[in-house]
């Protein structure tokens, strides 16, 4: 299949799942009111889809690979910030778990 799009990228969709997933749980009633982690971790979340987005508009493949790393190193402080969550009871294990793995 031909990448034509970013949407065409399957980095990007997953990260596009990731960040549905990291907003659907900071809608729980504890972690809504935790405004500085939800926060947090909801822009991580966008950050790891845009930087995957912005890279595929780079001027080189050099430059998207640059973008690429940012996007995983946001995708690595979401599992950091979940640990806060789970730490402070916000989500329970599984919840914890089906995104970090995510």
Do not use: P
């Not at 790891?48 to 508009?57: K, P, R, V």
Request: net charge negative.
């Amino acid at each position: 299949m031909k990448i034509e799009r970013f949407e065409d990228i399957e980095a990007w969709q997953l990260a596009r799942d990731l960040t549905r997933n990291v907003y659907d749980l900071t809608k729980k009633a504890k972690f809504n009111s935790d405004f500085g982690l939800k926060g947090q971790i909801q822009g991580a979340a966008g950050s790891s889809m845009h930087n995957i987005a912005e890279g595929f508009d780079s001027e080189s493949n050099r430059e998207f690979v640059r973008f690429l790393r940012y996007a995983k190193r946001s995708c690595t402080e979401v599992q950091s910030e979940l640990y806060v969550a789970l730490d402070q009871q916000y989500i329970t294990k599984a919840e914890f778990q089906d995104v970090y793995d995510h």
